[in-house]
């Protein structure tokens, strides 16, 4: 997968790109905080993308600043 996208033009993900260049609200929930609501369906339990998505949101929200310390709260839900 790294292999493949290395040849991509687009080097960062919309989220990302929706946070850092544009400054405005991501589609987070659609993208990812669906994963957890199907896992939760299946009775199971998906912590990490559940972090990732507060984190945006809390990025969103400008409660948290678009830092690579925010890496150290994601490995908090590990």
Known sequence: MV????RSAKSHSGIWRDLAVRRRRTE???QMAIVAEIAAGHG???PLVERVVRLVHEIEDG???MARGNLDALAEAM
Not at 3 to 6: E, I, S
């Open 3 to 6: 292999a493949h996208n290395r």
């Open 28 to 30: 987070v929930d659609a």
């Open 63 to 65: 409660v948290r600043p």
């Open 44 to 46: 199971l339990r998906t």
